[in-house]
């Protein structure tokens, strides 16, 4: 218990024992990957597994390269965060297959908290790409009431209910732009704060 909640601790990957040229790799990685995912989904409409498969693999073979078992350990760990964190949207319609193994790519590079606060700030950016777009399509609404739903019997059940069925009946929902926008944020900030995020946590 006491190791799993020192690498929960562990933010990045200077913290998880991956070198300075580790983490240079692979901050090199993340950048084409996420340059290459965006431009596929905005013209493909598809995130192709020919990029995230190899990316997970990088992810893992340069965190253990560079930072032994404790930061291959970390990688998978963030690997598997980011499967769980993006399973929601991807139940009810609102991502693809291939958005959530973005996610499960960039977590394997970045780890548990730069996937998890990137997703965040792309969840963001997303709402301003999609909003208008479920507004024209006239289905703000049913959305809205979709999730609304799902939020109220889970919050009453304690428990994860059946994923609803899809309601977003666009073809084309940029998930993957409002992700790469939001890893960049993510980035930009470890770089300057040495930390994906701006507060001191106090758990």
């Known amino acids: 218990m006491t190791f799993l909640t020192t690498l929960f601790h562990q933010y990045t990957g200077t913290e998880a024992g991956v070198s300075a040229v ?4 692979l901050n090199v990685v ?3 990957f996420l340059l290459v995912c965006a431009y596929t989904d905005a013209t493909k409409e598809k995130i192709y597994n020919k990029y995230t498969f190899p990316a997970m693999l990088a992810g893992l ?5 560079f930072g032994g078992g404790r930061g291959l350990l970390w990688s998978a760990c963030g690997l598997a965060f980011g499967m769980a964190v993006q399973w929601i949207p991807y139940s009810m319609g609102l991502a693809k297959a291939g958005d959530v193994k973005l996610l499960m790519a960039v977590g394997a590079l970045k780890g548990w908290a730069f996937c998890g606060f990137g997703f965040l700030y792309g969840a963001i950016a997303w709402t301003f790409i999609a909003i208008p777009t479920l507004w024209r399509k006239g289905e703000l609404g049913e959305v809205g009431r979709t999730i609304g739903g799902y ?3 889970a919050t009453t059940t304690q428990q994860a209910p059946d994923a609803p069925a899809p309601v977003a009946k666009k073809k084309y929902m940029p998930w993957g732009v409002g992700l790469a926008i939001g890893f960049f944020v993510a980035l930009a900030l470890e770089i300057l704060l040495q930390k994906p ?6 758990w």
Do not use: E
């Open 197 to 202: 995020f701006w507060f001191t946590p106090s």
């Open 151 to 153: 939020v109220a019997v």
């Open 22 to 25: 580790g983490v240079g790799a």
């Open 30 to 32: 993340l950048t084409v």
């Open 61 to 65: 073979l340069l965190n253990g390269v």
